[in-house]
């Protein structure tokens, strides 16, 4: 009876694994296959990647999210790490309301956030372009920073900052010498995840790129409605194994997943 | 006083720069587009536009928007609906009857998916569902007469694909409030004479209630704003007012109208939102 529901229980597990899985085997295997219609059996080549090579647009369009992303995430970290540790560090009225304000740009639909933001732009000459998504991708990207580093600012106390201060360390020296450090492992895990938020975006993105200029998420959708080439599966399967490489990175630097 | 002066500074610098970015993107951006939705035509070029109650109307006067509107809530409750009969057991198995060590491991796996591309997901999909695709090729390799199944193109196969998506989310809020139960209160169940039935209903079910709740929130709320998956695999049965959303501002140019129905979906996630508040505001306190 308890082996019975021992091997249902993992099998139930294996299943949920496959169904998550299934549609990235797919893409990584059609990544190989000859046919551009999708044929099944699969003719293993790599003639879908030599493509890729050549194809400037979708080459163009992964830097612009590359960089897009960095920048991103070089912002978002020192602008959240900033918030957070005024929440983590001072009592002062209106804090609770400054921190339910950080869950619009979690909870509203993206597809309102995104032409909501068509509209002001467009509307006010800020225009459309890679530097109206960085400011739409740091909004997103924000609240998910300061939760990060708050987190870990909240598990180590003020002790620390007091002691240096009381034996004269400047503010300035208490934030590198002091605060810096200890919240490190907290700033590379925001850092991370700014970079993903931005990477992956793809809504804001789509409703602010003008004509000629796009992201990855943005030139696959449209890759998507004329009809896909296999080098977008080429590019993602790339992209999966780099981002997975990231995601164990990110998993070393945050204890996330529970108890140890 | 020099010190509370210095404090304020230090708040007050500290905090300044994310919410005048906010300001600038997310609310500003709202406020204008709920005057947009007001309007006769968008203010753009040499047009006049007027105030009016029109673009609502439309919403109100048209069976079609109350009809997708309708659409789009149906969609969200059956993905969530998904999410949890699927995420809900994984994430109690996960939690506890999963060996330790192999425990974080497949925490991991179950959040990786996360990582790569959402369109290039859906879009695999597309090969998996269709008429001669990846199902069929597996069910005539055992059954040679097996008729099709392919469901691409259908409202199952939307769903499907949405709930691969958003299954993630689900599994992870349940497993943190489900991990974070203590085992000593199901020990003190269970030497007390509960049935396995008993413990769950009475014990992990409550506790975790919090957790399955946030779960719900965060997969329902972007699903009925969800328009790029019902188009790519809805075809023709793909039209729900994301969509249709979606036209106004890349297809139509119907700013207006466009901006009208976003309300109308905001309204409706805001809804949502206030009623779980309560729970969402002890849930999520890392803070």
């Not at chain 1, 992956?200 to 449209?222: H, K, N, R």
């Not at chain 2, 708040?11 to 609310?27: E, S």
């Not at chain 2, 769950?200 to 975790?208: D, E, G, K």
Request: charged share 10%; aromatic share 12%.
């Amino acid at each position: 009876m308890k082996g019975l529901l021992k091997s249902l229980v993992s099998g139930y597990l294996a299943l949920v694994l496959v169904f998550l899985y299934l549609p990235i085997a797919v893409m990584m295997v059609m990544a190989f296959n000859q046919s551009p219609l999708y044929r099944l059996p699969v003719v293993w080549d790599t003639v879908w990647f030599e493509e890729l090579a050549g194809n400037e647009r979708l080459l163009g369009a992964s830097l612009n999210s590359v960089v897009l992303a960095l920048i991103n995430a070089v912002i978002a970290t020192a602008l959240g790490t900033m918030a957070a540790l005024a929440f983590a560090r001072y009592q002062f009225r209106g804090k609770t309301l400054l921190q339910i304000l950080l869950f619009p740009p979690i909870t509203i639909p993206w597809l309102i956030i995104g032409t909501s933001m068509l509209i002001l732009f467009f509307w006010t000459g800020i225009g459309r372009g890679l530097h109206a998504m960085l400011l739409g991708h740091v909004a997103l990207s924000l609240p998910y920073v300061i939760v990060v580093v708050g987190a870990r600012l909240k598990s180590f106390g003020v002790t620390l900052e007091e002691a240096a201060a009381t034996l004269g360390a400047s503010p300035w020296q208490v934030f590198w010498r002091v605060s810096a450090p200890v919240m490190g492992p907290g700033i590379v895990a925001a850092a991370l995840f700014a970079f993903a938020v931005s990477f992956d975006q793809f809504v804001i993105s789509y409703f602010l790129a003008p004509p000629g200029i796009s992201t990855l998420p943005v030139e696959i959708y449209s890759a998507i409605r004329k009809g896909f080439t296999p080098e977008i599966n080429a590019i993602s399967t790339i992209i999966i194994l780099v981002s997975m490489g990231l995601m164990l990175l990110f998993a070393r630097f945050s204890r996330f997943g529970g108890e140890r | 006083m020099r010190i509370e002066q210095r404090r304020r500074f230090a708040i007050l610098g500290l905090t300044a720069p994310t919410y005048l970015w906010l300001a600038l993107t997310i609310f500003l951006p709202l406020s204008v587009m709920l005057y947009f939705s007001f309007l006769t035509v968008a203010p753009i070029g040499n047009r006049e536009p007027a105030l009016t109650f029109a673009q609502y109307g439309a919403f109100l006067d048209k069976e079609f928007y109350r009809f997708l509107t309708w659409r789009s809530v149906m969609m969200g409750v059956h993905v969530t609906l998904g999410c949890v009969l699927i995420g809900y057991p994984a994430a109690l198995i996960l939690a506890h009857h999963v060996p330790n060590r192999w425990r974080e491991a497949l925490f991991l796996l179950i959040v990786l998916p996360f990582w790569s591309n959402a369109l290039v997901r859906i879009f695999s999909w597309t090969m998996v569902l269709r008429e001669n695709g990846l199902i069929d090729r597996g069910l005539q390799a055992i059954f040679p007469d097996a008729p099709s199944v392919g469901i691409l193109f259908t409202y199952p196969a939307i769903i499907v694909g949405l709930v691969h998506s958003y299954l993630p989310y689900m599994i992870l809020t349940c497993y943190i409030s489900l991990q974070a139960i203590d085992r000593s209160l199901i020990e003190a169940a269970r030497s007390l004479g509960a049935s396995n039935l008993a413990i769950f209903r009475r014990v992990l079910l409550p506790l975790s209630l919090p957790g399955l709740l946030a779960g719900m929130v965060l997969v329902f709320v972007p699903v009925i704003g969800s328009f790029m998956e019902p188009r790519i695999l809805g075809g023709l049965e793909g039209v729900t007012l994301g969509t249709v959303i979606e036209d106004q501002f890349t297809a139509v140019f119907n700013w207006p109208l466009g901006a009208a129905l976003s309300f109308i979906l905001l309204a409706i996630v805001l809804t949502i939102l206030a009623a779980a508040y309560p729970l969402l505001r002890r849930n999520l306190q890392p803070f």
